[in-house]
Protein backbone atom coordinates (compact mmCIF):
# COMPACT_ATOMS: atom_id res chain seq x y z
CA UNK A 1 0.00 0.00 0.00
CA UNK A 2 2.58 2.65 1.09
CA UNK A 3 4.23 1.43 -2.05
CA UNK A 4 1.71 2.40 -4.62
CA UNK A 5 1.23 5.75 -2.18
CA UNK A 6 5.02 6.74 -2.78
CA UNK A 7 4.96 6.33 -6.78
CA UNK A 8 1.54 8.06 -6.73
CA UNK A 9 3.13 10.64 -4.46
CA UNK A 10 6.12 10.86 -6.74
CA UNK A 11 4.52 11.17 -10.10
CA UNK A 12 2.41 13.43 -8.70
CA UNK A 13 5.63 15.88 -7.98
CA UNK A 14 6.85 14.75 -11.10
CA UNK A 15 4.93 16.20 -13.05
CA UNK A 16 4.24 19.29 -11.43
CA UNK A 17 7.99 20.33 -11.53
CA UNK A 18 7.78 19.60 -15.44
CA UNK A 19 4.84 21.68 -15.76
CA UNK A 20 6.89 24.52 -13.96
CA UNK A 21 9.67 23.81 -15.66
CA UNK A 22 7.87 24.03 -19.13
CA UNK A 23 8.06 27.72 -20.92
CA UNK A 24 5.11 29.87 -20.21
CA UNK A 25 2.85 29.84 -23.16
CA UNK A 26 0.16 31.77 -23.83
CA UNK A 27 -2.87 29.66 -24.85
CA UNK A 28 -4.38 30.88 -28.00
CA UNK A 29 -1.98 33.26 -29.55
CA UNK A 30 -3.09 32.26 -32.73
CA UNK A 31 -4.40 34.64 -35.42
CA UNK A 32 -7.29 32.13 -36.13
CA UNK A 33 -8.56 32.52 -32.14
CA UNK A 34 -8.81 36.30 -32.21
CA UNK A 35 -11.15 38.70 -33.79
CA UNK A 36 -11.56 42.55 -32.99
CA UNK A 37 -7.96 42.85 -33.35
CA UNK A 38 -7.14 46.22 -33.08
CA UNK A 39 -3.16 47.43 -33.43
CA UNK A 40 -2.87 49.38 -29.80
CA UNK A 41 0.80 50.30 -29.69
CA UNK A 42 4.63 49.11 -30.37
CA UNK A 43 6.68 47.42 -28.15
CA UNK A 44 10.55 48.96 -27.07
CA UNK A 45 11.85 46.58 -29.19
CA UNK A 46 9.72 46.99 -32.15
CA UNK A 47 6.65 44.47 -31.49
CA UNK A 48 3.31 45.12 -32.84
CA UNK A 49 0.91 44.68 -29.60
CA UNK A 50 -2.72 44.44 -29.85
CA UNK A 51 -5.94 44.10 -28.21
CA UNK A 52 -8.53 41.89 -29.02
CA UNK A 53 -11.20 39.11 -28.07
CA UNK A 54 -10.98 35.24 -28.75
CA UNK A 55 -13.49 34.64 -30.65
CA UNK A 56 -17.45 33.87 -28.82
CA UNK A 57 -15.66 35.31 -26.07
CA UNK A 58 -16.24 39.61 -24.46
CA UNK A 59 -13.17 39.48 -21.84
CA UNK A 60 -10.48 41.70 -24.56
CA UNK A 61 -6.74 41.38 -23.95
CA UNK A 62 -3.82 42.75 -25.18
CA UNK A 63 -0.95 41.47 -26.30
CA UNK A 64 0.81 39.85 -29.42
CA UNK A 65 -0.29 37.11 -32.61
CA UNK A 66 2.05 34.50 -33.32
CA UNK A 67 1.76 34.42 -36.79
CA UNK A 68 3.38 38.60 -36.48
CA UNK A 69 6.09 37.50 -34.73
CA UNK A 70 7.09 35.04 -37.20
CA UNK A 71 6.64 37.56 -39.99
CA UNK A 72 9.18 39.64 -37.44
CA UNK A 73 11.77 37.03 -37.14
CA UNK A 74 11.12 36.04 -33.31
CA UNK A 75 10.39 32.34 -33.95
CA UNK A 76 12.32 31.25 -30.62
CA UNK A 77 8.75 32.80 -29.22
CA UNK A 78 6.41 30.69 -31.06
CA UNK A 79 5.44 27.17 -30.60
CA UNK A 80 3.03 24.66 -31.80
CA UNK A 81 0.97 23.49 -29.14
CA UNK A 82 -1.19 20.25 -29.08
CA UNK A 83 -4.39 21.42 -30.86
CA UNK A 84 -2.08 23.01 -33.77
CA UNK A 85 -2.74 26.39 -33.10
CA UNK A 86 0.43 28.40 -32.32
CA UNK A 87 1.44 29.50 -28.64
CA UNK A 88 3.81 32.41 -27.48
CA UNK A 89 6.38 31.88 -24.55
CA UNK A 90 5.83 35.58 -23.62
CA UNK A 91 9.29 35.37 -20.79
CA UNK A 92 11.52 35.80 -24.86
CA UNK A 93 8.91 39.39 -25.28
CA UNK A 94 8.86 42.31 -24.15
CA UNK A 95 5.36 42.61 -24.35
CA UNK A 96 2.79 41.03 -21.48
CA UNK A 97 -0.73 39.14 -22.51
CA UNK A 98 -2.96 40.70 -19.97
CA UNK A 99 -6.40 41.50 -19.88
CA UNK A 100 -7.74 45.11 -20.63
Same mark, same amino acid.
Given at each position: ??????? *? %?????? /?????????????????????? %???? /?????? #????????? /????????????? #?????????? *???????? /?????? #????????
Amino acid at each position: VWGNAMT *S %IGSSIG /GFASSVAAPMIAAGSDIELKEN %IEQV /GTSPSG #LNIYEWNYI /GETEKYRGVIAQD #LLAKGRQDAV *SEMDNGYL /GVDYSK #LDVNMQPV
